[in-house]
């Protein structure tokens, strides 16, 4: 039996989403398994918007911080987050820091409450994010060379720049 902490989210609240939909099924699937849920967190937000702008989400972070449950359960990654490889990938490491797994109900293959299958999606999240990064990389260098042929490089070169040619304008100044 484990400490269930029961996630759900829907975008919105005027459109008829009803994270009902989600909870009873969650709640069915503890009840089956003999888990407890300890608590249920239920945001209406975007999943893109970061953790601060879900307090739900953020709440629960903060009680698995605490260790007050060993699962997270949600009905799908996309219910989790939605903000893209690296944060969502920060989200699950932080919660294999606390000693918490996590649950997809309708993904059971992106469940981290496997170790094997934990450290799989992980390293492959970790590697495609690595992989995203060297991405970044590789366009900020493009870019910066773009701008070299054309006199423009990186903020601090060319204030210093500046700085040196209108120095070289003023006026000689005679002994201070």
């Not at 269930?4 to 919105?12: D, L, N």
């Not at 888990?35 to 009680?63: C, N, W």
């Not at 109900?105 to 981290?112: H, I, N």
Request: net charge positive.
């Amino acid at each position: 039996m484990s400490r269930v902490a029961i996630y759900a989210r829907v975008s919105t609240e005027d459109r008829g989403q009803n994270p009902e939909n989600q909870l009873a099924q969650l709640r069915a699937w503890c009840a089956a398994a003999g888990h407890e849920i300890i608590a249920e967190y239920v945001d209406h937000a975007s999943g893109g918007k970061d953790a601060s702008k879900r307090p739900q989400f953020a709440a629960m972070l903060d009680t698995a911080h605490r260790r007050q449950f060993d699962v997270v359960l949600c009905w799908a990654l996309d219910r989790f987050s939605r903000e893209g490889i690296v944060p969502t990938i920060g989200h699950l490491q932080r919660l294999a820091s606390y000693g918490v797994t996590f649950h997809s109900y309708t993904e059971p293959m992106l469940s981290t409450d496997n170790e094997m299958v934990r450290d799989i999606v992980l390293a492959v999240m970790a590697s495609l994010a690595k992989v995203e990064r060297q991405k970044i990389s590789e366009r900020t260098k493009a870019g910066l060379a773009a701008c070299g042929p054309r006199g423009r490089g990186s903020g601090a070169r060319r204030s210093a720049t500046r700085y040196r040619r209108s120095s070289q304008r003023s006026p000689a100044r005679g002994p201070t």
